[in-house]
Nanobody, 114 residues
Framework: QVQLVESGGGLVQAGGSLRLSCTAS????????MAWYRQAQGQQRDLVAR?????VTYYDASVEGRAAISRDMNTVNLSMVGLGPHDTTVYSC??????????WGQGTQVTVSS
């Protein structure tokens, strides 16, 4: 079973930046898709950005222009700038392998102070 370890969350000042990383291990099949989601308490989990086969990327409108997702082997990184209080929430990594199995990370809290 794939295991994901996330890092990079924490307290950030408004207007600041962050870099989240997620590394997959115990991989049996090739990971084809990696993404970051976020979920505020009581809200649904929303896709922030994803990177698929061939490096094709997608960004939610809420982060378009201030986020960058990248992949290095089995690590996916998410960099964001211009953070605001509305970016405060739990961010989770998600990967999909060639068998379409989905694995989620435990999540990392990002808090933006105003």
């Amino acid at each position: 079973q794939v295991q994901l370890v996330e890092s990079g969350g924490g307290l950030v000042q408004a207007g600041g930046s962050l870099r989240l990383s997620c590394t997959a291990s115990n991989i049996a099949f090739t990971i084809t898709d990696m993404a970051w989601y976020r979920q505020a308490q009581g809200q649904q989990r929303d896709l922030v950005a994803r990177i698929g086969s061939g490096g094709v990327t997608y960004y939610d409108a809420s982060v378009e222009g201030r986020a960058a997702i990248s992949r290095d082997m089995n690590t996916v990184n998410l960099s964001m700038v211009g953070l605001g209080p509305h970016d405060t929430t739990v961010y989770s990594c998600r990967v999909i392998d060639t068998l379409k199995a989905v694995t989620w990370g435990q999540g990392t809290q990002v808090t933006v102070s105003s």
